[in-house]
């Protein structure tokens, strides 16, 4: 199965293109935005964690090490699709177009969190495992409906694919032909459980073969081959051409969430080496100074605005108003029924109001 | 036989449920462990810590990430001769078993009049009130307790949690064991080292009063106990009840309680609609109508999902909130 799926790369770990077919695809602009969004994924993520050890945050889900997956992939996307993320994409959601403030409101513990700006189609971060993928089916099913050629990309993990609604949200898109990229990040594990007793099978994409879809295997550290290959089954699925199973294979750096102690079932050793080999920015920074198109003042003027930026949307973040408890009672329907006004009102009263 | 020595250990809530685990994997190789991280990781809130250091990864398992595969194969597990304690990892995370549950574990017994029965314990951490995230905080026992065919009970303590939880392993009948996240280390208590049970089924009184009942169980008892003691000090005197077993309810104790003091009120932090207050009340009236001075009172989680954690104190019973529905029975 590893030779029938092979990890498809088009950038090597020594910042080498390995593809010929890609080189005169990787022209500058699209090589700097790249990397723009891979690292303003990654100073936002490292904003996160320390937010959360400041206790500014709540518990927060990192994604350091998986850039490359998650901008690759979102960037593959245009206007006008769906993004189904999962707990840990909110660096394809800000690359997407999220707002930087909503999405640290979510791991403020603000409803708001879950809200896109306006026009961008991003569903909440699912925290089931998995349900995610019917979801995306069934938005992207409703686009081949109206007739539109619009697609969805739905995020998921490894053990993600343990899950019945996996099956399912393939199975779906299968026999309706749904205009959707499955989008696995296998990160090598599941909290605590390694992929290798998450399942048997050798590869992920392999498991497309039972729904007679395409499966494509990559390695999901090189921004390249995430981005062309999203990119054409996009285009194929916008063509008609159903439904692709992306495994993107990566590594998360560090805990599952800042409650998580990897310590207790892995090395992290493993982490420091894989930083220093198969980085996703570094391989991208090594491609740049190969080509001639590295300059560091650009890197240093591009890290302080995205810092800039960040601070600036931590501080809207800190200085938006506390939520109304009513936020909590006037949304579960279109028009609150009496139950849930009675409730209202009699905590009202206990609070004096 | 001589009884096991009288030793005990301070232990939290967490850890009595690991020593639970322990005491009756070492009486019996047929129980076994399943669940998402309960083996290396020693469980996300270590409530298997160490587990599988002592009795290996044949008997604590980390299965694939698939609550229906963990209950629909512990059924069958159960059904051939094992003991399971499947471990959800929140209780917002069981609905993906719920058909299982609903349509195989709760009925197995009745759809062979006795001829396969699945004796498997559903352990699930639960209940709002520590900043987790959405979904992890969700209180949905009376999805179960209104569920035929199944045993739900929630200890609020270390000492109960250990006893009730050998009481469900040892079981003949699937139980939902149900663990206060909140309670999972906010005391400490001497729990024996030695095998002991808590019967399923029977309540506790935590505090005796005269003029008020409250009923309540989990995370709630804290909360009801402090407004009970606030209340005391201004004259009210009042009677803690922690119902320990949801499903099926200590009928005597709390009728007996309710006609001592002809006032009640009910506290969870589930839903309203629907929730076990609804039940509590149809058993009061059933049983001790003519006893009320006042209409049963209750205090619950509201007809919504349980807010993101900025919202959640104030989904969540409190204190003032308790004190009021209190002060309510007393002076109608
Ligand atoms: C249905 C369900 N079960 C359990 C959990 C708890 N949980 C949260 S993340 C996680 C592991 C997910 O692993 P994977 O799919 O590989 O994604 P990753 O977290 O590695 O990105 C688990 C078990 C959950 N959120 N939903
Ligand atoms: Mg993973």
């Known amino acids: 199965m590893e030779t029938q799926f092979p990890k498809k790369q088009i950038l090597n770990e020594d910042g080498v293109v390995v593809d010929d077919a890609y080189k005169s695809l990787l022209d500058e602009s699209l090589v700097k935005t790249l990397y723009t969004k891979m690292l303003r994924a990654r100073l936002f993520d490292r904003k996160g964690v320390n937010l959360q050890r400041q206790g500014r945050i709540g518990t927060y889900v990192p994604f350091e090490g998986q850039e490359a997956a998650q901008i690759g992939s979102s960037m593959a996307m245009e206007e006008g699709d769906w993004m189904f993320p999962t707990y840990r994409d909110h660096g394809a959601t800000l690359t997407f177009g999220h707002s930087l403030k909503n999405v640290l409101l979510y791991w403020k513990g603000r409803q708001e969190g879950c809200i896109p700006p306006e026009g961008i189609k991003i569903f909440p971060p699912a925290v089931p495992i998995a349900s995610q ?25 490894d053990g993600a694919t343990s899950e019945g609604d996996f099956h399912e949200g393939l199975n779906f898109a299968s026999v309706f032909n749904i205009p959707v990229v499955f989008f696995n990040q296998n990160n090598g594990f599941a909290i605590s459980v390694p992929v290798e007793k998450q399942m048997k099978s050798k590869t992920i994409a392999q498991k497309a073969v039972g729904y007679d879809i395409e499966g494509i295997r990559l390695d999901g550290n090189d921004v390249f081959a995430v981005y062309f290959h999203t990119k054409a089954a996009v285009e194929k699925a916008r063509a008609g051409g159903g439904p692709t199973l992306i495994e993107a294979v990566t590594w998360r750096y560090g805990a599952h969430t800042t409650a998580d102690d990897p310590s207790k079932y892995r090395d992290q050793n493993e982490s420091s080496i894989r930083r220093e080999t198969t980085d996703p920015l570094a391989r991208l920074e090594k ?7 590295w300059e560091s003042s650009w890197q240093k003027e591009l890290e302080q605005d995205i810092t800039l930026e960040i601070e600036a949307a931590v501080n809207e973040m800190e200085n938006e108003q ?15 029924p009496w139950p849930i006004e009675d409730q209202k009102e009699a905590y009202a009263h206990v609070r004096g109001e | 036989m001589a009884t096991a020595a009288v030793g005990t250990k301070k232990l939290t809530l967490v850890q009595a449920v690991t020593d639970g685990l322990r005491t009756m994997m070492r009486e019996s190789e047929n129980v076994i462990v399943l669940g998402e991280d309960v083996g290396r990781n020693g469980g996300v809130f270590r409530a298997t810590d160490g587990l599988m250091e002592e009795f290996g990864d044949q008997r604590i398992i980390d299965t694939p990430l698939a609550e229906s595969g963990i209950i629909g194969t512990s ?4 059904m051939n001769g094992f003991r399971p304690v499947a471990e959800m990892q929140f209780l917002g995370f069981i609905y993906p078993a719920f058909n299982q549950i609903m349509t195989h574990a709760s009925r197995i017994r009745s759809r062979t009049l006795g001829a396969f029965t699945v004796p498997m314990v559903i352990r699930a951490p639960f209940g709002a009130g520590v900043r987790a995230p959405e979904i992890h905080s969700d209180s949905v026992e009376a999805l179960f307790t209104h569920m035929p065919g199944i045993k739900v009970v929630v200890p609020s303590n270390p000492y109960d949690a250990k006893g009730l939880l050998i009481a469900s392993i040892e079981d003949p009948d699937p139980v939902l064991f149900l663990e206060p996240m909140r ?10 080292d030695s095998k002991y049970t808590v019967e399923i089924g029977k309540g506790r009184v935590m505090k005796e ?10 995370a709630m008892v804290d909360a009801s106990l402090k407004a009970a003691n606030e209340a005391e000090s201004k004259g009210i005197s009042v009677e803690v009840i922690d119902l320990r077993t949801l499903y099926p309810l200590d009928k005597e104790l709390i009728s007996k309680s309710v006609q001592k003091t002809g006032r009640t009120v009910i506290v969870h932090e589930a839903p309203s609609t629907g929730g076990l207050g609804d039940t509590l009340i149809s058993l009061i009236n059933d049983t001790s109508f003519l006893y009320m001075k006042a209409p049963i009172e209750r205090v619950t989680g509201f007809d919504t999902p349980v807010p993101m954690f900025a919202l959640e104190d104030h989904y969540l019973p409190n204190a003032p909130r308790i004190t009021s529905a209190i002060h309510k029975v007393i002076n109608f």
């Open chain 2, 75 to 78: 059924i069958g597990l159960a």
């Open chain 2, 209 to 218: 009063g005269e003029q008020v009942t409250i009923l309540t169980y989990g």
């Open chain 2, 183 to 192: 309670c999972y280390r906010s005391s400490k208590m001497d729990v024996p």
């Open chain 1, 322 to 336: 506390p939520p109304h408890l009513n936020d909590m009672f006037d949304h579960v329907f279109a028009e609150n």
């Open chain 1, 287 to 293: 491609f740049m100074q190969q080509e001639g198109i």
């Open chain 1, 133 to 157: 993928l019917l979801h995306a089916t069934g938005a992207a099913w409703a686009e081949k409906m109206k007739g539109t050629d619009r697609a969805s990309i739905v995020y998921f993990g």
